[in-house]
């Protein structure tokens, strides 16, 4: 992923400190240059007085040198006591941005007895500034930049800006219609585009099956993702045709979303799918998620879209895994099933030897083992996850966001899966139930909470933190 390109204001207010102020602006960057996913726009000597902003001329050269590098967050922090105006003056033309602001501790006394800094005071003026203009920002407290807790909050606010940067403007393709049955993966377009500038870019199945012939002008292509996966999976169960398939598919699925700049795809994956094509395309989907194009099932378009927020929030490093809330453990107390059919990234199983391709378990009672070939099936790995679903009611987006514990089971279960153990699964399922959100879900290794809960509010969406 590019790195994110945040504005830092060093405010500064006279008659206070200069040499202080100059030593705190050298301070911070220090810490920021040593963050590799962000780039650091600031105003240098030459630009304003020792590099900080200070007055309305200022802070217009700062507005410039903002514009014109095309920043994607905004960092105020006080070096001294800071002026408020110039620094709101900046803030004001960026507000539309995730906005941090933060003060400087103060250092010791001078000879004469004096203060150098007071910015534990002039924090105030700016986060009062920033209230009653309703710009919504977050605080990284008052420290000294070194501190870990401080470079800790620094970390999620660049996290933040990947989300919003990515999730504005985001383009999610569709292929094929929703199951019938499901009115659980019903999306309002209309909101989609007012409030994210989101576009929907539909495809049809014929569409998308006439590139996938692994026999056709793709062959070679085709070929080289059939050699990964006989590199990456056991296929002892499915025959070289199915491979082709599956592999085919894939290709195609990768070619449209980068024709057509996705980041996310919903895919009809039953039973048109079975029906027409003769796979499951469980396992293609999950290799697209974890080469960046977040894949969801069954045409769940706000699915694909928290699933393409769980991935900014981890800055491309991580898959997260499509998944139903499935059942509570039969014995364990505060435990349930995270689960699909068998469409997790490969690079979440918790032992990569025992990924295996197979018929898909449901279906394949249905339709026929044949037609239904293509599953991943493994047990994901363990470690802290975060679940999140986006939602929409009336045109009013919230966010479902709750961390667990993915835990290690001696047994072999049918599709992509995980034990969860969380702090009160009753809690949490009556959030489910009395706010409205859906048996779909993503759920993503590592503690995102604070960075997607930050990015929330930003976006128009309302938290719904369990």
Request: charged share 25%.
């Amino acid at each position: 992923m590019e790195k994110i390109r945040i504005g830092f204001v060093p405010a500064h207010r006279e008659p206070f400190d200069e040499e202080w102020a100059a030593h705190m602006r050298k301070r911070c960057l220090d810490v920021f240059y040593d963050f590799p996913e962000m780039d650091i726009v600031v105003p240098d000597e030459e630009l304003t007085i020792g590099g900080c902003i200070r007055d309305d001329d200022e802070a217009e050269k700062v507005i410039q040198l903002f514009s014109e590098n095309g920043i994607d967050g905004l960092v105020i922090g006080t070096m001294t006591f800071g002026d408020e105006v110039s620094a709101l003056a900046v803030a004001t033309v960026f507000q539309e941005l995730p906005i941090m602001l933060f003060g400087t501790k103060e250092g010791e006394f001078t000879d004469e007895g004096g203060r150098r800094s007071d910015s534990f005071c002039g924090t105030l003026s700016i986060s009062s500034g920033l209230h009653r203009r309703q710009i919504p920002f977050t605080f990284g407290g008052l420290v000294f930049p070194e501190e870990e807790e401080f470079q800790s909050r620094l970390g999620n606010f660049i996290k933040t800006c990947y989300i919003c940067k990515g999730f504005i403007g985001a383009r999610v393709g569709i292929v094929g219609p929703r199951p019938e049955r499901f009115e659980t993966c019903i999306f309002n377009e209309d909101e989609m585009m007012r409030q994210f500038q989101q576009r929907i870019v539909p495809a049809s199945l014929p569409d998308i099956m006439k590139i996938a012939d692994p026999k056709g002008e793709n062959e070679n292509a085709i070929q080289v993702l059939m050699n990964e996966m006989k590199n990456q999976a056991n296929l002892s169960e499915i025959s070289d045709e199915v491979l082709g398939k599956i592999a085919g598919l894939e290709y195609s699925l990768a070619r449209f979303a980068g024709e057509k700049k996705l980041s996310a795809i919903g895919v009809q994956c039953w039973t048109a799918m079975q029906e027409v094509y003769g796979i499951s395309p469980c396992y293609a989907m999950g290799r697209l998620t974890d080469k960046g194009i977040m894949t969801s099932c069954e045409v769940d378009v706000y699915g694909a879209l928290t699933m393409l927020i769980q991935y900014l929030a981890s800055m491309g490093k991580v898959a997260p895994h499509f998944i139903d809330w499935t059942i509570k453990h039969q014995e364990e107390q505060d435990t349930f099933l995270g689960w699909h059919c068998g469409n997790a990234p490969p690079s979440l199983a918790c032992d990569p030897e025992q990924v295996k391709i197979r018929y898909q378990s449901v279906l394949g009672v249905s339709l026929g083992v044949d037609r239904s070939q293509g599953t991943a099936e493994f047990q994901l790995k363990e470690g802290t996850v975060t679940f999140c679903r986006l939602q929409e009611q009336n045109g009013d987006f919230k966010m479902l966001i709750t961390t667990g514990e993915s835990v290690h089971a001696d047994q072999d279960l049918r599709g992509s899966w995980s034990w969860i153990k969380v702090e009160d699964l009753d809690d949490l399922y009556s959030t489910l139930i009395y706010e409205g959100f859906v048996h779909h879900a993503s759920m993503i290794h590592g503690d995102y909470l604070e960075p997607i809960a930050d990015a929330c509010m930003y976006l128009g969406i309302e938290p719904v933190i369990v």
